[in-house]
């Protein structure tokens, strides 16, 4: 990934000389309670994060293949986690951080996937993730964590260009498609997968990690960054609404009027000034003396948790030398951190902003100076509609790389919810005067025989989050296996009741005469616990379900179990002979049972 950040970086300074690429440390948005509200996601940095990208500066994006921009963050996956990182640094060789036999929570590259799939729409396509610019500041990220380990292996004595032992076309003496330094004979000269552990790339490359650590906000070094407990965390996007308003605010305060001069003072300032002293020979000759060249200052890097970064010795001619390394690539300038970032919004201390807001108000008051208009102030962010239940999924409809509804057809899916055990809702039951803190009247219920088993406690996301309305969404994903393509939607289900259940759908690719659509659909809850999919007996009346694995073979023959728009996906499982009509399951091929339990999916 260093080769492939640093052509890019080049390729954008033939247009800006001075451009870097920032990366996004988005343990920053982890620790927040509500990682979604991040100011990073509004119109004055990356732009919107629900649906198609209308604001920012990437607002009207749009890339020849994949069309417009389209993000649906926190629907799935999960951000780095300042946890993960300090483990992977314990590590000290690049077999134990990598596949095929790296312990997942130290997988650098399945954590750097987690975090796309977070980011979702462009960014949770293998093929055009690249779409969307937040891919580079991501991938510019995983590569400084990288760095930072290689660092720990030559303080650990461990050879950092040590290439693992793997095979096929990760192996080390594979081409490194598509970066060559030369072509002979009419063929590119590629460089090998183990070139790109050369101690030279990071000999061009310097990060500078942000503090974790602070007492004051000034630490941070951010105008959109504050100390709280004692850690530098990013703004919500409302706190940065708010800090903007409140500088308005004081930027239209009515400056003191200014004291008018005494006599003396007029006088002592309309005197004559003395004459200057003329310059002697001597001075004239010092004064016109070329200077000694400046000294140049050093600023160390700031010191991340656990410890620096340290430079890594440049390699000598004949040691881990590549051909045309000297005429082909240049020196380049260090990387930078998103956070750091100019802003137009400089912070002040809330304390001191309320300070000069009451003065500015009371001036208004006992002065009585004459307003233009009124100015009010309309909030476009609220820390809590920024999760992910307030908002719907926008899916980009691309098959094979063209954007296209009309190729698209929609199966109706049945979603089944097991109340979790850690959810706790304020509906206490009430007994003579006596409200018990402890129980809420929805989780109360007597008849065993309706209970198929307890409800396990499987491992979940470290964001899992929970709202006190007992609203959740169970996302259910169809991946394409004989074509490119991913559809994404959810079910509303009431995770206050013991049981709930909702309607949704996905869409898959239309199927056309003999070839049949094959799709691979799973579910799985907001903490990333996954539902087991079970599929209709052929024939079963009534009907019944039985354990399948979610992979599916539409096609077009009769009778279609799937919809060309996504209303009649819905209403065509309904009976409407009898009102109320009534939910029919033989049209419902597929339904997932979300119970809990700590089995795979494809259990039996």
Same mark, same amino acid.
């Given at each position: ?243 903007? #308003?409140?500088? =308005?605010? @004081?930027?239209? $305060? !009515? +400056? %003191?009027? *200014? /004291? &008018? ?19 002697? #020979?001597?001075? =004239?000759? @010092?004064?016109? $003396? !070329? +200077? %000694?060249? *400046? /000294? &140049? ?211 898959v690719r239309k199927p056309s005469g003999q070839t049949p659509s094959k799709v691979y ?84």
């Open positions: 990934m260093s080769m492939f950040l640093y052509r890019f970086e080049q390729k954008l300074r033939s247009y800006e000389p001075e451009t870097f690429i920032p990366f996004w440390d988005s343990t920053y948005e982890s620790i927040l309670s509500t990682p979604t509200a991040s100011v990073l996601f509004t119109e004055d940095f990356l732009g919107g994060g629900t649906g198609t990208v209308v604001d920012g500066p990437f607002k009207n994006w749009n890339h020849q293949t994949v069309g417009v921009l389209i993000r649906n963050i926190a629907n799935s996956g999960q951000l780095f986690q300042r946890e993960t990182i300090d483990k992977i640094m314990m590590k000290s060789f690049m077999s134990q951080i990598s596949h095929p036999d790296a312990e997942f929570d130290v997988n650098l590259e399945a954590k750097h996937g987690q975090v796309h799939a977070w980011v979702g729409g462009a960014m949770d396509n293998l093929d055009y993730s690249p779409a969307d610019p937040i891919f580079f500041l991501h991938h510019c990220f995983v590569d400084a964590i990288w760095e930072q380990f290689r660092d720990y292996q030559v303080k650990r004595g461990v050879d950092p260009t040590s290439y693992p032992d793997v095979t096929e076309g990760h192996a080390a003496n594979k081409p490194m498609k598509p970066f060559y330094l030369d072509i002979k004979n009419g063929e590119k000269q590629y460089l090998k997968n183990k070139d790109g552990y050369a101690l030279k790339w990071s000999q061009l490359v310097r990060y500078e990690y942000p503090k974790r650590e602070c007492k004051r906000n000034s630490d941070c070094k951010s105008s959109v960054m504050v100390c709280q407990e004692e850690q530098c965390m990013t703004m919500t996007a409302h706190e940065y609404e708010v800090s903007k #308003a409140q500088e =308005y605010e @004081v930027s239209k $305060a !009515p +400056k %003191p009027p *200014r /004291r &008018a001069m005494t006599a003396h003072e007029y006088e002592v300032s309309k005197a004559p000034k003395p004459p200057r002293r003329a310059m002697r #020979a001597h001075e =004239y000759e @010092v004064s016109k $003396a !070329p +200077k %000694p060249p *400046r /000294r &140049a200052v050093h600023h160390a890097a700031p010191v991340t948790t656990p410890a620096a970064p340290v430079t890594t010795p440049a390699p000598k001619q004949g040691e881990d030398y590549l051909p045309g390394w000297d005429s082909w690539y240049m020196w380049r300038k260090k990387r930078s951190i998103v956070r750091y970032i100019h802003s137009r919004y400089p912070y002040i201390p809330h304390k001191h902003l309320q300070y000069l807001a009451r003065r500015y108000r009371y001036s208004l008051k006992n002065r009585r100076r004459k307003v233009d208009r009124d100015v009010v102030i309309k909030y476009k962010y609220s820390d809590e509609k920024t999760t992910p239940i307030y908002h719907s999924l926008q899916n980009t409809f691309t098959i094979d790389g063209v954007e296209d509804i009309e190729k698209w057809v929609y199966i109706p899916i049945i979603v089944y919810y097991r109340r979790p055990n850690e959810v706790h809702y304020d509906a206490h039951p009430i007994s003579h005067g006596h409200p018990d803190m402890n129980k809420d009247v929805f989780n109360a219920y007597h008849d065993a025989k309706y209970v198929t088993h307890n409800v396990g406690n499987p491992a979940k996301n470290a964001n899992c989050y929970h709202i006190g309305s007992g609203a959740t969404k169970i996302y259910v994903k169809a991946t394409g296996m004989n074509y490119n393509g991913f559809y994404t939607d959810y079910a509303l289900v009431d995770e206050r009741q013991p049981l709930s259940f909702a309607l949704t759908e996905v869409g659909v799973s579910a799985h809850d907001p903490c990333g616990r996954s539902c087991k999919p079970r599929c209709l007996v052929a024939g079963s009346n009534p009907p019944r379900y039985k354990a399948c694995s979610g992979a599916l073979g539409v096609t077009a023959k009769g009778p279609l179990m799937y919809s060309s728009y996504i209303g009649d996906a819905h209403l065509n499982t309904y009976d409407f002979s009898t009102l109320p009509p009534t939910l029919s399951n033989k049209k419902v091929f597929l339904v997932f049972y979300c119970d809990h339990k700590e089995v795979w999916p494809w259990d039996k």
